[in-house]
């Protein structure tokens, strides 16, 4: 069965810093890449980090620098340190494979606001 968990979002201020972090299932998360994605309102969902199993890191462009994906093969965990969040990185973050999983979780809030 494929879950997803994610968690860590929150209200920050602009510079501030969060941690995301997501439960994946064993059956989609081993020999997978896993990546973020977010989707801010109004907008479609966007690919935001990603990280093959065993390889680098890799962060889009939009993110570069102020993000880092992260990865645990032996607790089927991925996460997202966020730093330096400014408001347009408010949005609802998920994580799923890439390519993605049919099924989607529910997803982590994140605004950054004064």
């Known amino acids: 069965q494929v879950q997803l968990v994610e968690s860590g979002g929150g209200l920050v201020q602009p510079g501030g810093s969060l941690r995301l972090s997501c439960a994946a299932s064993g059956s989609i998360f081993s020999g997978n890449t896993m990546a973020w994605y977010r989707q801010a309102p109004g907008k479609k969902r966007a690919l935001v980090a990603w990280?093959?199993?065993?390889?680098?890191?890799i962060s889009d462009i939009s993110v570069k620098g102020r993000f880092t994906i992260s990865r645990d093969n032996g607790k089927n965990e991925v996460y997202l340190q966020m730093n330096s969040l400014q408001p347009e990185d408010t949005a609802v973050y998920y994580c799923?494979?890439?390519?993605?999983?049919?099924?989607w979780g529910q997803g982590t809030q994140v605004t950054v606001s004064s």
């Open positions: 799923n494979t890439i390519p993605t999983q049919s099924t």
């Open positions: 990280i093959p199993i065993g390889g680098k890191p």
